[in-house]
């Protein structure tokens, strides 16, 4: 599972949506805090150092897969403002977990950053494999060339949401004004 990254509440938004409860990698030094650290193991959290990514996090990231567990990545690596997401660029992680463990992606995005007791939306699109990678070389063009692919699915989700909201929005203008010329 992969989703845009707006706030540290993200995982208890993406939590309530899912019956299972997914591993997730999160920033090694949210593990410092005592009270953190301990909800974060206690919710199947992974410490990843972004600068040294060491083989532990990897391997116990790729035996949840293996396992059929979900693994939930937010693949910017770091937490994005909203003004911000049209230049999402993410790190090779998400695809060389997909790839290496050859689980499926489910894409999800975020549409506003997460706050206590207001409404959000988080979409969630189809799962989809990283088939045409399988057997190949993790060659830094590859992980790139897949992390694109992971881009478009998160990306094509907020673009179709916005267009259906932005339709919405013009049906319920057209309706108001006929309305309103009826009344004249």
């Not at 150092?49 to 035996?63: C, F, M, P, W, Y």
């Not at 992980?143 to 179709?160: F, G, T, V, W």
Request: glycine letters at 4%; proline letters at 4%.
């Amino acid at each position: 599972m992969c989703c845009n990254h707006r706030s540290n509440m993200d995982v208890v938004v993406i939590e309530t949506k899912f019956m299972r409860r997914p591993y997730i990698l999160a920033k090694h030094t949210l593990f410092k805090n005592k009270f953190v650290g301990w909800i974060l193991k206690k919710y199947g959290g992974i410490p990843v150092n972004r600068e040294q990514v060491g083989a532990h996090s990897i391997k116990t990231a790729l035996d949840a897969l293996k396992k059929g567990e979900r693994l939930l990545l937010f693949p910017e690596g770091t937490r994005k403002d909203i003004s911000d997401e049209e230049n999402m660029s993410l790190k090779s992680g998400t695809a060389m977990f997909a790839i290496k463990s050859q689980a499926p992606i489910v894409p999800m995005w975020l549409i506003k950053k997460p706050k206590a007791f207001k409404r959000n939306v988080l979409l969630v699109g189809e799962p989809f494999h990283l088939t045409e990678f399988y057997g190949q070389k993790l060659t830094k063009e590859n992980l790139e060339k897949a992390s694109l692919l992971i881009s478009e699915k998160m990306q094509s989700l907020r673009d179709n949401y916005l267009k259906e909201q932005e339709e919405k929005k013009q049906r319920k203008q057209n309706k108001k004004s006929k309305k309103q010329a009826k009344t004249e």
